[in-house]
């Protein structure tokens, strides 16, 4: 008998879902929170960036750690499995390694096929929304951001906005405004009582209430003043239909076949290169740890666990180990290939490398059960 019955399978796959989703919240949760507080200033959940932000982050970062969430799972169960006895019931049921190992293993599939949509689709459609968003908080480009007593320039410094507090989220008192008009060849210094913030589809229109302009030509000295009781301005801000278009594009943003063609002209600069090396190999190669992480996992639960029969050691041997390699191999995607490209076959080494070894270790496990068992079936017929 060397399949595994059907409804161990789907209890044992549960087991390691369940696992890997519990693994994957705790890891995901805590990386998207502190990129968020790290780069979001307060005032961004004042002015409606926060979920833009997490829509931005949350793909990438589920890729990422999703390789561990499964590996560490299979390991935890495999090696919960071990301590409980339970391994060497299914071997007495004539059950082969690599029978126990398979529902983890489909499953780590079915998590690679995932990391892929994550990967190759999903991360690049919407990573680009959390620069959108690091563009408006650098530019001061959503209204309800800008703090009290302080002076924002815009149009290139050719405008300057003072006011000094906040009525509403969106009416501001006591505005002071300087702003030089190419068209009229003019300087003008306005002051309002009060200045309301209105988006529209594409920007943000300023209406002032109650106010004065003091406007004066180039290389004249005469001062022409005008009271108004409302004035319009526009300014090139957040508007009500999305985020500004930011001015450039990261190689990350670029969709999965326009990323595969920018090869071809990104080999003529080494830096441009490096930096499309590191996204492919983070793309193809990050979403295979699930599998290789799988394993290696299952590969040294069964060989360490069944040798000693203590589950400390072997979950010792997984944490230690899995964490680590998947750390390594993600500094060595983000860091040394930015510094010498070649390195991108030593990162596709590794992992390969790692399911190979995993592989290794498990077929070890099954050759070393087989010859168990032949020793066995040999002791009894010559008993008999």
């Not at 919240?25 to 926060?50: D, K």
Request: net charge positive.
């Amino acid at each position: 008998m060397d399949s595994t019955p059907k409804l161990l399978s789907i209890y044992l796959g549960k087991r390691v879902l369940a696992g890997a989703l519990v693994v994957q919240i705790a890891l995901t949760i805590p990386v998207v929170m502190s990129a968020l507080f790290h780069q979001l200033p307060p005032a961004a959940m004042r002015g409606g960036l926060v979920a833009p932000a997490l829509i931005g982050t949350l793909p990438t970062v589920t890729y990422i750690a999703l390789p561990m969430a499964f590996g560490v799972a299979a390991a935890l169960e495999f090696s919960r499995m071990a301590s409980e006895g339970m391994i060497a019931v299914l071997y007495s049921l004539r059950l082969s390694t690599w029978a126990i190992a398979r529902p983890a293993i489909i499953c780590a599939l079915g998590a690679t096929a995932f990391g892929y949509l994550c990967s190759c689709w999903l991360a690049p459609k919407y990573v680009g929304t959390m620069h959108d968003v690091l563009n408006v908080i650098r530019h001061s480009l959503n209204h309800r951001m800008l703090e009290p007593g302080q002076f924002y320039t815009f149009e290139d410094g050719k405008r300057t906005v003072y006011f000094e507090r906040w009525d509403t989220p969106d009416i501001a008192a006591n505005v002071f405004i300087r702003q030089y008009s190419e068209e009229k060849k003019t300087e003008e210094t306005i002051t309002a009582d009060k200045a309301e913030f209105r988006r529209n589809d594409s920007n943000v229109v300023m209406v002032l209430s109650r106010g004065q302009i003091q406007s004066r030509p180039d290389g004249g000295a005469r001062v022409r003043v005008s009271d108004f009781d409302e004035y319009a301005i526009s300014l090139p801000m957040q508007g009500s239909k999305g985020l500004p278009p930011r001015a450039w594009r990261g190689v990350f943003e670029l969709p999965m076949f326009e990323f595969i063609d920018y090869a071809k002209f990104a080999i003529y600069d080494r830096q441009i290169f490096a930096a499309w090396a590191s996204e492919a190999v983070k793309r193809f190669a990050i979403p295979l740890l699930a599998l290789a992480h799988t394993l290696l996992g299952i590969g040294l639960v069964l060989n360490v666990a069944s040798a000693t029969g203590r589950r400390s050691v072997a979950a010792s041997a997984i944490i230690a180990v899995l964490p680590a390699v998947h750390i390594g191999v993600l500094i060595a995607a983000e860091a040394l290939i930015r510094v010498n490209p070649a390195f991108a076959i030593l990162v596709v080494a590794l992992v390969l490398g790692e399911i190979a070894t995993g592989a290794f270790l498990i077929q070890r496990q099954q050759r070393g059960e087989a010859g168990a068992r032949h020793r066995q079936a040999t002791l009894t017929v010559a008993r008999i």
